[in-house]
T-cell receptor, first 111, second 112 residues
């Protein structure tokens, strides 16, 4: 079956790095995504990684994928107060187009 | 380039009523997916439309139905509303069945 798990909460200080972790169960996952959701808003696509890659960097964001352990992480460098939000990991399997989401990690950045 | 838009922003209904939510896909996108996000949860897939046909469905009862129009905009209809239908309904569009999904701002539905 498909399941995506994330830790519920992360608190960091402004300027530190944040690392948000995600595990998934579907070994046929093709793409894995990170979305950001601010209060009362929809989902904003941050970045994604194809399953045959192990790392992707995009400005302050670094995604690491360990396909053997089915573990995905999102590192945000120099975290700012504007990064405070809920971050969702999502995976898409090979046979279907739907996204399966985790329950989200709430990131709180304090000054 | 216009992003994904949804209407209305908020809606309040009572149990047993019916509701229609609307979504306009991003320019150039022909695929629309709908998700339900209950409070404190991640979004759950409802169904997807591709070229006006339902292309897949999640674990939702038949009272959840949809349409896609020739201009690729879409509607989500929910009949016989229940209290548990209270949620944020998100629409996402993509330029193909397997392409990246871009989300709209959502419609907040409250069922009393």
């Amino acid at each position: 079956g498909e399941d995506v798990e994330q830790s519920l909460f992360l608190s960091v200080r402004e300027g530190d790095s944040s690392v948000i972790n995600c595990t998934y169960t579907d070994s046929s996952s093709t793409y894995l995504y990170w979305y950001k959701q601010e209060p009362g808003a929809g989902l904003q696509l941050l970045t994604y990684i194809f399953s045959n890659m192990d790392m992707k960097q995009d400005q302050r964001l670094t995604v690491l994928l360990n396909k053997k352990d089915k573990h995905l992480s999102l590192r945000i460098a120099d975290t700012q107060t504007g990064d405070s939000a809920i971050y969702f990991c999502a995976e898409r399997g090979a046979s279907f187009q739907k996204l399966v989401f985790g329950t989200g990690t709430r990131l709180l950045v304090s000054p | 380039e216009t992003g994904v838009t949804q209407s209305p922003t908020h809606l309040i209904k009572t149990r047993g009523q019916q509701v229609t939510l609307r979504c306009s896909s991003q320019s150039g996108h022909n695929t629309v997916s709908w998700y339900q996000q209950a409070l404190g949860q991640g979004p759950q897939f409802i169904f997807q439309y591709y070229r006006e046909e339902e292309n897949g469905r999640g674990n939702f009862p038949p009272r959840f139905s949809g349409l896609q129009f020739p201009n690729y905009s879409s509607e989500l209809n929910v009949n016989a509303l229940e209290l548990d239908d209270s949620a944020l309904y998100l629409c996402a569009s993509s330029s193909g069945l397997t392409d990246t999904q871009y989300f709209g701002p959502g419609t907040r539905l409250t069922v009393l």
